[in-house]
C-alpha cells in the first residue's frame, strides 16, 4: 500500500530552518547579555551567567519558534506534513474511500487502571461505547479494562461495573476485564502483559489513560490513517484538558485549549515522522509494538535504575529506531484527558514526571536512537533542569549585583581632568529581558489572533471574555512560576540524592486545599520569599525591584494556593464567561455521555447491602459468583493453605474489618477458600439476596 505521507520536496529542509532560526535566536539573545558584561571586561561569575543564559534562552527559543511556526501553519490552514489531512486527502483522491472497511483485525482499546474511581472509569467508557455506536463501525472494536488494582474494595467494584457495561454493550461492544495478581513493571507490565496474551487477535491497540476520552469518530479516523499508511507504528491524537471545576484547573484547560494546537502544529513541524509518544490517547501497531519495544531494566537501583519509569518516549524511540514512523495527529481532535485539581496534586504529578524523565539522562547516548529522538530525551530532562538552572541563573544574577552595588565608583583615574562616569546597565539589560518576555509571551498572543482569524471566539465568551482570560491566566502563570520552579528543583534535587518515590494512585477529583495542607507544601516556599525580598530590598535595593514579580508569587504561595483550589471561584467563573473552552459552552456528544452515566444512580447490580464490597461477595450470591468464576483452581501449597484457613478463621472471630488489604486479596484470590466462607456465611444469614441470584 502507497505511504501518503511525504510530499516531494525533503523534509529536511524544515528541520534546517527551524533549528537555524532557533541557533540564530539564541546567539542573538546570548549577544545582548554579553554587550552588558563585557564593557569592563568578563569575569568567572560573568561567564557563569552567559553559559547559564546560553542554554535557557536556547530552550527559550525552542518553544518560542516552534509555537510561531505551529501558528503560521494553522493561519494558512495548510500543511503537506499533516498526516489527518493527507490521508483524508488520499481518500479524495482514491474516490471517496473514506467510508472504507477497516482492518479484518479488531482494534483493542485499552484501559489500564490502577486504585482509581471505579464510577468515572467505566462512566467514560461508557461514553466512548456510545460514540462508537454512532459511527457504525463498533464491531471492529473491542475494550479491554486492564487492571492493577491493588485494593479489593475498588476491584470488586469494578468487576460488578465490567459486568454492568457488558451486559449493556452484549452483541454490540464486546467488554473483557483481568485484575493482575502482580502488577510487575507498572503500566508498562500491565501493558505487556495483554501483548503476550491477546495481542495475536488484534492488528491495532489503542492506549488510553483512566482519565482518558475520546469520541468514536476519531478513534475510527485512527484506524482507518493507520491503515492508509503501513510504515507508521504509533499515531498520537494530542488530548485537550476537560471536566474539571476548580479555578486551578479551568485556567489550565482554557490554556491547554487556546495555545496547544499552534505548539502541537509546530512540533509536528519539525518532529515529522519522528515523533513523540505521550503514553495515552495514542493508536500503536500492536505487531511492531511487541517486536520491538521490550523495554529493558536499568542497571542500578532506582531512581536511575531499575524500571523505566517514563516509557513512552522510549518505545517511541525505539520503533524509530527500527525503522517505523510515529506521527502526532495535531490535526485531528476528539481527544481528551483531565488534569489535576489543585495546584499541590499538580506538583505531585510532576514529581513523577520528573523522575522518568531524569531517568533518561543514562539513555540519551545509547547506540542506534535517531537525533530527534534523542532531542526528545534531552527536553524531557531539560523541562525538569531548567527550574533549577533558572534559579541558579537568579542566584548568581543576584551576587552579580550585590557586588556591584558594593563596589566604589572612580571618577578620576591617572592625569585626566573629567571624571569618568560608570557604566549603567539599565538599557541592556531591559533589553535583555524584553527579548526574554517576547519570546515566552507572544505565543498567547499569537493563540488569540488565530482564534480570531477562525472564528472561534465565540465559543470562549467572546472576544472581550476571552482576552480578559489570556490576560488573567498570563498573570497567574507569572505568580506560579516561582513556584513551580521551586517545586521541581526540589525535585531534582531529591532524585540526585537517590530519594525514590512510591507509584501511588493520583487525586483525580475536583477538592480544595486545606489551610494545613497549603502551609505544609508552600511554608518553605513562603519564608524563602520573605528572607529573599528582605535582604535585597536592604542590600541590593535596584535589584529586589527586578525581583519583584518572583517574589510575590513566593510570598503569596499559600493564599493563592488555597484560591486556586476553590470550588466555587471555578464555577463562578465559567458562570461569567471567563476561561471557556469549547467543550463547555459546546460540549461533543461523547462529553455528554460522560456527564449523563455520572449522574445516574448505580445499578441494581451495584447496590450493596453489606458493610462492603469484600462483605458483599461472601454474603450475596450475584456478587459471589462473578467474582469466582474467572478463578483458576488452587494448586497451593501446604503452607499457604494453612494460612488461608488461618485467615478464614481469624475472619469468623473477628470480623472482615481486622483484615488488612493484603489478607483480603489473599481470600479473594483462592476459589476455594471463598466458596468455604460463602457457605459458612449463608448458613448462618437469613438470605435476602436469593431475588438477585438471576441478575448474573
Known amino acids: 500500500m502507497k505511504n501518503f505521507l511525504y510530499p516531494a520536496r525533503s523534509p529536511r529542509l524544515r528541520r534546517l530552518f527551524f533549528f537555524g532560526l532557533v541557533g540564530l535566536t539564541t546567539v542573538f539573545a546570548v549577544g545582548l547579555l554579553t554587550s552588558v558584561y563585557q564593557k569592563d571586561g568578563l569575569s568567572p561569575l560573568e561567564l557563569a551567567l552567559l553559559a547559564l543564559y546560553a542554554i535557557l534562552s536556547a530552550w527559550i527559543a525552542l518553544s518560542f519558534w516552534s509555537a510561531t511556526l505551529g501558528f503560521w501553519i494553522q493561519w494558512r490552514q495548510k500543511d503537506d ?61 473491542d475494550i479491554y479494562i486492564l487492571s492493577d488494582t491493588r485494593d479489593p474494595e475498588i476491584w470488586l467494584e469494578e468487576e460488578l461495573r465490567w459486568r454492568h457495561l457488558s451486559r449493556t454493550m452484549q452483541g454490540k461492544i464486546a467488554v473483557y476485564y483481568r485484575n493482575r495478581v502482580q502488577n510487575t513493571e507498572r503500566k508498562v507490565g500491565n501493558i505487556k502483559d495483554f501483548c503476550i496474551h491477546f495481542g495475536g487477535h488484534y492488528r491495532y491497540m489503542l492506549v488510553l489513560d483512566a482519565d482518558s476520552l475520546m469520541s468514536g469518530e476519531t478513534l475510527v479516523d485512527m484506524v482507518r490513517v493507520m491503515e492508509r499508511n503501513p510504515k507508521v507504528a504509533l499515531l498520537q491524537v494530542p488530548p485537550m484538558p476537560v471536566n474539571k471545576e476548580s479555578l486551578f484547573a479551568r485556567i489550565l484547560q482554557f490554556a491547554g485549549n487556546v495555545y496547544s494546537p499552534i505548539f502541537t502544529a509546530g512540533l509536528n513541524y519539525w518532529q515529522l515522522g519522528e515523533g513523540n509518544y505521550w503514553g495515552h490517547n495514542a493508536i500503536l501497531r500492536v505487531q511492531a509494538f511487541t517486536k520491538e519495544c521490550g523495554l529493558p531494566r536499568l542497571p542500578g537501583r532506582e531512581p536511575f535504575g531499575g524500571d523505566i519509569f517514563s516509557h513512552d518516549f522510549v518505545e517511541a524511540a525505539m520503533l524509530r529506531k527500527a525503522g517505523w514512523q510515529v506521527w502526532l495527529a495535531y490535526d485531528l481532535g476528539g481527544s481528551y484527558e483531565e488534569l489535576p485539581p489543585t495546584l499541590i496534586d499538580f506538583a505531585k504529578r510532576d514529581r513523577r514526571w520528573c523522575q522518568g524523565n531524569l531517568q533518561h539522562s543514562s539513555l540519551v547516548m545509547a547506540q542506534g536512537w535517531h537525533p530527534i529522538n534523542r532531542l526528545h530525551f534531552l527536553m524531557g530532562i531539560m523541562s525538569y533542569l531548567a527550574s533549577p538552572l533558572w534559579l541558579l541563573f537568579l542566584i548568581l544574577t543576584g551576587v552579580d549585583a550585590y557586588f556591584r552595588s558594593q563596589s566604589l565608583p572612580v571618577y578620576f583615574t591617572g ?158 467563573t465559567h458562570r461569567i464567561g471567563l476561561f471557556l473552552t469549547p467543550e463547555e459552552t459546546s460540549p461533543p456528544y ?43 483452581p488452587a494448586h497451593h501449597g501446604k503452607r499457604h493453605r494453612h494460612y488461608l484457613q488461618g485467615l478464614i478463621y481469624q475472619l469468623l472471630e473477628e470480623g472482615a474489618e481486622r483484615l488488612n488489604t493484603a489478607e483480603k486479596r489473599a481470600l479473594l484470590s483462592d476459589k476455594e477458600a471463598l466458596q468455604t466462607l460463602h457457605i459458612l456465611f449463608w448458613s448462618q444469614t437469613q438470605p435476602p439476596f436469593a431475588q438477585q441470584e438471576q441478575q448474573i
Open 590 to 632: 461523547v462529553l455528554q455521555r460522560l456527564h449523563y452515566y455520572l449522574a445516574q444512580p448505580d445499578p441494581p447490580l451495584l447496590s450493596n447491602q453489606s458493610s462492603s464490597r469484600f462483605m458483599q461477595v461472601l454474603l450475596e450470591p450475584p456478587a459471589h459468583n462473578l467474582h469466582t468464576a474467572p478463578l483458576p
Open 81 to 141: 506534513y499533516a498526516i489527518y489531512a493527507c490521508a483524508r486527502h488520499a481518500q479524495t483522491e482514491a474516490g471517496g474511500e473514506s467510508q472504507a472497511p477497516l482492518a479484518p483485525l479488531h482494534t483493542a482499546l485499552l484501559m489500564p487502571v490502577y486504585n482509581e474511581d471505579p464510577k468515572r472509569v467505566f462512566a467514560g467508557l461508557h461514553a466512548m461505547c456510545d460514540s462508537l455506536l454512532n459511527t457504525g463501525e463498533q464491531q471492529h472494536f
Open 415 to 572: 592625569a585626566t581632568l573629567f571624571p569618568v562616569w560608570p557604566a549603567s546597565y539599565t538599557v541592556e539589560m531591559a533589553t535583555v529581558l524584553v527579548v526574554t518576555l517576547f519570546m515566552l509571551f507572544l505565543p498567547k498572543l499569537l493563540a488569540l489572533a488565530l482564534l480570531l482569524k477562525q472564528h472561534t471566539l465565540p465559543l470562549y465568551g467572546g472576544a472581550l471574555k476571552a482576552g480578559l482570560s489570556v490576560l488573567l491566566e498570563t498573570l497567574i502563570s507569572v505568580l506560579l512560576a516561582p513556584i513551580l520552579m521551586l517545586f521541581q528543583t526540589s525535585f531534582v534535587v531529591a532524585i540526585l540524592l537517590r530519594r525514590n518515590i512510591s507509584w501511588s494512585t493520583q487525586q483525580r477529583e475536583d477538592h480544595q486545599t486545606g489551610l494545613f495542607e497549603a502551609i505544609a507544601a508552600h511554608g518553605t516556599h513562603t519564608l524563602l520569599g520573605f528572607i529573599v525580598g528582605w535582604f535585597s530590598y536592604h542590600y541590593i535595593n535596584n535589584f529586589f525591584w527586578w525581583l519583584t514579580p518572583v517574589l510575590a508569587g513566593l510570598v503569596l504561595s499559600i493564599p493563592l494556593s488555597m484560591l486556586l483550589s476553590n470550588l466555587f471561584l471555578g464555577i463562578r
